[in-house]
């Protein structure tokens, strides 16, 4: 319950926080509209303020303290009030952007989670120098680009010079939208880029920590035992090594999804795929202050309750925690 407490805590604090930030944002989205309407209508200043009011249903002169309260009914309410650049309930755009995201990330967390959690049970069991090299230098260098870098790369390489891949969206719009063999297709052909993109990134960070982790268990005694009593070396691997030395790992999987699901902006705003990343950045763009309020909140959320499962996960696997 501790635990459960600190993160409603955290939670709290940082929607409080991002509220405040958001209000003193500089930019007045109202008074943006006002002026492309006295551009295109030449009426006058005032009049063309009060029309922008109404239409993006947002008043700036209301005092901070009733939009704040606002704010959180509307957040024990389920009402994160209306986007002033889509004209519709912001629940229902993170309704529809929350799967887009939790779509790539997971695909390509349980992709570089895998082959990581591989590559590094075996480069630790074999101590070729060849194979630490090569981990070293891939990490050295895909461990220092940013994501979106390498984003860029795969979309000229892939999409611009070859044209094997799409480059932008969830799906194309030639599909019909449905649970069809067609459709899946499509989408997973959409996902592969943004998908390679978390991929490359975070792959070696998997095999570096789980071939320490490795090296850690292969000088415990439990092993040295199972290699004398000549257990096949297959069951060493899987039951003796791997077991503890990805136990450690599990909880940092949890948190991970939380980092990268706060870092989705950059890669979902560069392939146009209209996760929450994407939709926080054009709230951001244009000043919709309540679609800013509501992405954040999915992705405060996701953190915390991410790196909760972690602590929770922890103390599952680890059976000396379980007391505590």
């Known amino acids: 319950m501790k635990k459960i407490g600190m993160a409603l805590f955290t939670m709290a604090i940082s929607l409080v926080i991002v509220f405040v930030v958001i209000q003193f944002m500089p930019g007045d989205p109202v008074d943006i509209l006002a002026q492309e309407i006295v551009r295109a209508e030449a009426l006058p200043y005032d009049i063309a303020y009060e029309r922008a009011i109404t239409?993006?249903?947002?008043d700036p002169t209301e005092p901070i303290w009733e939009r704040f309260i606002a704010y959180?009914?509307?957040?024990?309410?389920g009402n994160l009030g209306f986007s002033m650049a889509y004209k519709k309930p912001v629940s229902e755009i993170v309704g529809g952007a929350l799967p887009w995201t939790m779509l790539?990330?997971?695909?390509s967390l349980l992709f570089s989670f895998t082959i990581g959690v591989l590559l590094g049970i075996y480069v630790a069991w074999k101590r070729k120098k060849a194979l630490n090299v090569a981990i070293t230098v891939y990490q050295s260098i895909f461990g220092s680009i940013p994501d979106y870098i390498v984003a860029y790369i795969l979309v000229f390489i892939f999409a611009v010079a070859l044209g094997w891949?799409?480059?932008?969206?969830?799906?194309?719009?030639s599909v019909t939208v449905g649970f069809?063999?067609?459709?899946?297709?499509?989408?997973l052909q959409h996902a592969t880029l943004p998908v390679l993109a978390y991929f490359i990134t975070t792959v070696s960070t998997w095999t570096v920590a789980m071939k320490a982790n490795s090296l850690m268990v292969l000088g415990e005694d439990y092993i040295t035992y199972a290699e004398v009593r000549g257990l096949p070396k297959k069951r060493i691997l899987i039951h003796y090594l791997g077991r503890n030395a990805i136990l450690p790992m599990v909880t940092s999987l949890a948190v991970s999804f939380?980092?990268?699901f706060g870092g989705s902006p950059l890669i979902e705003n560069l392939f146009l795929y209209p996760g929450v990343g994407f939709y926080l950045s054009v709230a951001i763009g244009r000043r919709d202050f309540p679609l800013m309020q509501g992405m954040f909140l999915i992705i405060i959320v996701m953190v915390v309750l991410s790196s909760l499962l972690a602590e929770f996960l922890y103390t599952i696997l680890n059976p000396r925690l379980r007391g505590n």
Do not use: R
């Open 55 to 58: 239409q993006l249903n947002y």
């Open 72 to 77: 959180v009914i509307g957040i024990f309410t």
């Open 104 to 107: 790539i990330l997971s695909i």
């Open 165 to 173: 891949l799409p480059s932008k969206g969830a799906y194309g719009s």
């Open 180 to 187: 069809n063999g067609p459709f899946i297709l499509d989408v």
């Open 258 to 260: 939380g980092l990268m």
